[in-house]
Nanobody, 127 residues
Framework: QVQLVESGGGLVQAGGSLRLSCAASGRTDLSYAMGWFRQAPGKERELVAAITWRGGSTYSADSVKGRFTISRDDAKNTLYLQMNSLKPEDTAVYYC????????????????????WGQGTQVTVSS
């Protein structure tokens, strides 16, 4: 019902910045909650940041707090992740996701509610 396409990944040196984008299409009216996840080799996928419709509420994992900023432009159906002060440990495949059934601030920061995913974009941070 919702299609998600990420872009903006790449190779960057430690301390650098990248901005990821995620274009949503289809039933975007269902996308109250949206988030960015990442998965590094050999590690579990983790929720990095999440946001509610119109950016009313945001969540950031402790590992990225103060460095990454999530935002969304609902008029353009686009989700963003601005990543600053990147570290080698930020290297991972980053996925955009949305929840079509979370409708409150009580659930948008829970990984289990996300049911639609993009294909992922690789971010590599060199030391």
């Amino acid at each position: 019902q919702v299609q998600l396409v990420e872009s903006g990944g790449g190779l960057v040196q430690a301390g650098g910045s990248l901005r990821l984008s995620c274009a949503a299409s289809g039933r975007t009216d269902l996308s109250y909650a949206m988030g960015w996840f990442r998965q590094a080799p050999g590690k579990e996928r983790e929720l990095v940041a999440a946001i509610t419709w119109r950016g009313g509420s945001t969540y950031s994992a402790d590992s990225v707090k103060g460095r990454f900023t999530i935002s969304r432009d609902d008029a353009k159906n686009t989700l963003y992740l601005q990543m600053n002060s990147l570290k080698p440990e930020d290297t991972a495949v980053y996925y955009c996701a949305t929840s079509t059934y979370c409708r409150s601030n009580g659930c948008y920061s829970l990984s289990a509610v996300y049911d639609y995913w993009g294909q992922g974009t690789q971010v590599t941070v060199s030391s």
